[in-house]
């Protein structure tokens, strides 16, 4: 999150999250974590850190914001995104996170199968695609002048 939480957060649970007195759902802290003071959001973002694959599987709703918040922190692997499309719509998210490697294969599996994936990282796969493709490529300008297309008269 940018900035500072609003003032009507008033759900404290930092010490009890803090000194590991309370327990609660990884759901739980997800769905409290919108009325929570920014000591609490502090806490209960590090434990979302392990439990996003649960949530991410859990669907429910729009989970951009959960990925920033472990993706900040975190290596994710790529394929964790696979069939969460819904959860996580186009926006920009995938470039301030930290993402596995897209590999060959992967941007292939991508591009074969868009609809699996989220808008995003169908870019991404577009762009490495891309980027191999041109690899090795010359300018048409140098081809241009090398081959004599446009004689001086």
């Given at each position: 999150?940018?900035?500072?939480?609003?003032?009507?957060?008033?759900?404290?649970?930092?010490?009890?999250?803090?000194?590991?007195?309370?327990?609660?759902?990884?759901?739980?802290?997800?769905?409290?974590?919108?009325?929570?003071?920014?000591?609490?959001?502090?806490?209960?973002?590090?434990?979302?850190?392990?439990?996003?694959?649960?949530?991410?599987?859990?669907?429910?709703g729009d989970m951009r914001e959960l990925t920033r918040i472990v993706g900040s922190s975190k290596?994710?692997?790529?394929?964790?995104?696979?069939?969460?499309?819904?959860?996580?719509?186009?926006?920009?998210?995938?470039?301030?996170?930290?993402?596995?490697?897209?590999?060959?294969?992967?941007?292939?599996?991508?591009?074969?199968?868009?609809?699996?994936?989220?808008?995003?990282?169908?870019?991404?796969?577009?762009?490495?695609?891309?980027?191999?493709?041109?690899?090795?490529?010359?300018?048409?300008?140098?081809?241009?002048?090398?081959?004599?297309?446009?004689?001086?008269?």
């Amino acid at each position: 999150m940018s900035g500072k939480l609003s003032v009507g957060r008033d759900l404290n649970l930092h010490d009890p999250l803090r000194l590991k007195q309370a327990e609660f759902s990884a759901r739980t802290l997800w769905l409290g974590r919108v009325t929570a003071n920014e000591g609490t959001v502090e806490q209960i973002d590090k434990r979302l850190v392990d439990a996003f694959g649960d949530l991410l599987a859990a669907g429910i709703g729009d989970m951009r914001e959960l990925t920033r918040i472990v993706g900040s922190s975190k290596l994710i692997k790529f394929d964790t995104f696979r069939g969460h499309r819904a959860g996580l719509p186009v926006g920009g998210w995938a470039s301030n996170i930290k993402l596995g490697a897209m590999r060959a294969k992967v941007a292939d599996d991508v591009l074969t199968n868009p609809g699996d994936w989220p808008g995003d990282l169908v870019q991404r796969a577009v762009e490495e695609v891309e980027e191999r493709m041109s690899a090795g490529l010359k300018p048409v300008g140098e081809v241009a002048t090398a081959s004599n297309w446009f004689p001086e008269a």
